[in-house]
């Protein structure tokens, strides 16, 4: 019975410490791809490629955090690639409020 109670605790800890400190970067990148997915109209594989700049992106920022604005312009290069020649307009509109977010 006592193992079991260590080990709800534990698990409760964890489940707890996750929600804190995980999801609010989950949270952010997720909320910039999904806004745009939604204006600037990604397809899926775009989708996907921005989701994967963003998260390189962000663990980059957290190993490197003096090195923050030279990640950010690689990373705006990157998913500027990604965009036609439409997108990019819409993009171009959004880019600065985008951007501040990291």
Known sequence: ???LRIMLSFM????VFSNITFPQSD???NDVVSTLKQKVLLSDAQEQSVLNILSDLKNNISNSPQNKDSLIKEAQTKLESLLDK???MKYDILKDDLWKKF
């Open 12 to 15: 409760l800890l964890l489940f």
């Open 27 to 29: 949270k952010q990148i």
């Open 1 to 3: 019975m006592k193992t």
């Open 86 to 88: 439409k997108q990019k």
